[in-house]
């Protein structure tokens, strides 16, 4: 799951540059707001992809994918690519702990003794 997962986010942090860049045109926003709400977000999800492993990191994910939807308020084309990056999220997730159940249950099963008088694999 953490491979998966941490794809998604480093896709993200250059998506949120990337949404710096066009939200730098927007006459209203000062340059020093875009880049303290881009630079904070682009940190966390740098800083997401070490602390996968920890507990909340996921659901930390998801506020994520949650505030790069509402991005589109600022960015409308945020609202299709913050859609796109929750379904990547969802998808890292879910086919994430599929993948980690497979594994653990092919590592079990290397780890099992082999069978008396079953001969050997060698």
């Known amino acids: 799951m953490r491979t998966l997962?941490?794809?998604t986010l480093i896709g993200e942090f250059f998506v949120i540059g990337f949404a710096g860049l066009v939200a730098m045109k927007?006459?209203?926003?000062?340059?020093?707001?875009?880049?303290?709400v881009?630079?904070?977000t682009m940190l966390l999800s740098v800083l997401l992809c070490g602390m996968l492993s920890?507990?909340?990191a996921v659901q930390l994910g998801w506020a994520l994918q949650l505030?790069?939807?509402a991005?589109?308020?600022?960015?409308?084309?945020m609202f299709f690519l913050g859609a796109v990056f929750a379904?990547?999220?969802w998808c890292s997730v879910h086919?994430?702990?599929?993948?980690?159940?497979?594994k653990a249950r092919w590592a079990a099963t290397a780890e099992a003794p082999a069978a008396p008088g079953a001969p050997d694999a060698a």
């Open 5 to 7: 997962c941490a794809s």
């Open 26 to 36: 927007n006459p209203d926003l000062t340059p020093t707001a875009v880049w303290t």
């Open 38 to 40: 881009c630079g904070v």
């Open 54 to 56: 920890r507990p909340g």
């Open 67 to 69: 505030g790069l939807i």
């Open 71 to 77: 991005s589109g308020f600022v960015v409308p084309t």
């Open 87 to 89: 379904g990547l999220w």
């Open 95 to 102: 086919y994430g702990r599929k993948i980690d159940t497979i």
